[in-house]
Each structure stands twice: as C-alpha cells, then as structure tokens.
Nanobody
Framework: QVQLVESGGGLVQAGGSLSVSCAAS????????MGWFRQAPGKEREFVAA????????YYADSVKGRFTISRDNAKNTVYLQMNSLKPEDTAVYYC?????????????????WGQGTQVTVSS
C-alpha cells in the first residue's frame, strides 16, 4: 500500500513559478512510475507529467511542455513538479499518482494510488 501526500500548492500570479511536492509512505516508490494530474472545476482530470522509477524517462502533456519539470528523489520517497511561466489556465487541483506500469500513468487516469490533491491558483 502506498500513501501519497501533496504539498506546496497556493496562489501565484501569471508568469510566476510554484513547486509542488508529493511525499510517499507505506512503501518505497522505487519501483513505481509517478505522475502528476490536474483537475480544473467542471473539467475532467488530465495528465500533466510522469517520471519512471529510475528518473530516466519523463513525459509531459503538450500544454505544460517546456514550462513544467518533474523530478524525483527516491531516497526521500518524494516527487516534485516545478511549474514555471504559469498561466491562469493552469489553475486546478493537482494530484500525485503512482503505478507500477508507466503506460497506465501516461495514457490513462487510472493509476493505482492517488494523493488527496493540492490547489494551485494562477491569477491573471
């Protein structure tokens, strides 16, 4: 069993930066692909970024490519999402997720483990 807890959300002006973190407990993340998803009000949850267990491969949604960076520290059981050049349309609840299968994280919204989410609000 994996428990995921996000932190670091908040309010930022457009063009600014924010970093969110996801700390895992209960089991090492070492074998899991980790992902970040987001859900804006009235919209479906969508994939944002993912990173394989070794950190050797990363994946990004087109909407955040070049602005967001996902990273992980397996020793700390923590995954990070650095968000730069934020836009109002990035406003959403950001969720951390984990699954043993990279394909599940990158191509579906059904990873096996989820955090509770953290709000990111970008003002114009």
């Amino acid at each position: 069993q994996v428990q995921l807890v996000e932190s670091g959300g908040g309010l930022v002006q457009a063009g600014g930066s924010l970093s969110v973190s996801c700390a895992a407990s209960g089991r090492t993340l070492r074998s899991y692909t980790m992902g970040w998803f987001r859900q804006a009000p009235g919209k479906e949850r969508e994939f944002v970024a993912a990173i394989t267990w070794s950190g050797g491969s990363t994946y990004y949604a087109d909407s955040v490519k070049g602005r967001f960076t996902i990273s992980r520290d397996n020793a700390k059981n923590t995954v990070y999402l650095q968000m730069n050049s934020l836009k109002p349309e990035d406003t959403a609840v950001y969720y951390c997720a984990a699954d043993l299968l990279t394909l599940v994280v990158v191509t579906t919204t059904r990873p096996g483990y989820w955090g509770q989410g953290t709000q990111v609000t970008v003002s114009s």
